[in-house]
């Protein structure tokens, strides 16, 4: 069974950058698509962007001059890095596999906070 | 990019209830269309994807219909577990989710 668990600090500053691990266990990254989705508190979802096991990232328009996604196969890990937050970035921040355009498999998310 | 526009945002329903959801798309999205529930302080969990294909495990009194730009989730009978609230996304294009039904207990 696939599972992925996010990690990283739960707290950020106003301007500095948000760094965010998915750790995947019980199967490969490889062959996959591997997306982070946010969610701020009591709202809906909202999709930050996807990678390739091979590194090719695609990202959504409204936060692509701040995102970058990153894989590491050997670590069977990927990563999220979003930079200059604001308190608008404040989210529950889901990991999650993507087959085929929807997410089967997801994180159990973190609560990432951006306050000084 | 698509919008996605549920309706309606919330509900109240009984056990027992035939429930129905709607999903628009801004423009054609064919069947690349897919349903999540989520628990409160829970991750989204898949129903539907390629708007009518039941996931692994998932009870057969969820079903979804449409195409184009109008899908529709359907819980034929209600049960105490579905109380949730269920989110449409797309991804014909740039991923986009709907902004969610509430379904609460009537």
């Known amino acids: 069974q696939v599972q992925l668990q996010e990690s990283g600090p739960g707290l950020v500053k106003p301007s500095e950058t948000l760094s965010l691990t998915c750790t995947v266990s019980?199967?490969?990254?490889?062959?996959?698509?591997w997306s982070w989705i946010r969610q701020p508190p009591g709202k809906g979802l909202e999709w930050i962007g996807y990678?390739?096991?091979?590194?090719?990232?695609h990202y959504n328009p409204s936060l692509k001059s701040r995102v970058t996604i990153s894989v590491d196969t050997s670590k069977n890990q990927f990563s999220l890095n979003l930079s200059s937050v604001t308190a608008a970035d404040t989210a529950v921040y889901y990991c999650?596999?993507?087959?085929?355009?929807?997410?089967?498999?997801w994180g159990q998310g973190t609560l990432v906070t951006v306050s000084s | 990019d698509i919008q996605m526009t549920q309706s309606p945002s919330s509900l109240s329903a009984s056990v027992g209830d035939r429930v129905t959801i709607t999903c628009r798309a801004s423009?054609?999205?064919?069947?690349?269309l897919n349903w999540y529930q989520q628990k409160p302080g829970k991750a989204p969990k898949l129903l539907i994807y390629?708007?009518?294909s039941l996931q692994s495990g998932v009870p057969s009194r969820f079903s979804g219909s449409g195409s184009g730009t109008d899908f529709t989730l359907t819980i034929s009978s209600l049960q105490p577990e579905d109380f949730a609230t269920y989110y449409c996304?797309?991804?014909?294009?740039?991923?986009?989710f709907g902004g969610g039904t509430k379904v609460e207990i009537k």
């Open positions: 999650a596999r993507q087959e085929a355009g929807y997410y089967n498999y």
């Open positions: 019980g199967g490969s990254i490889s062959r996959y698509y």
């Open positions: 990678i390739y096991s091979s590194g090719s990232t």
């Open positions: 423009q054609s999205i064919s069947s690349y």
């Open positions: 390629a708007t009518s």
């Open positions: 996304q797309q991804s014909y294009s740039t991923h986009t």
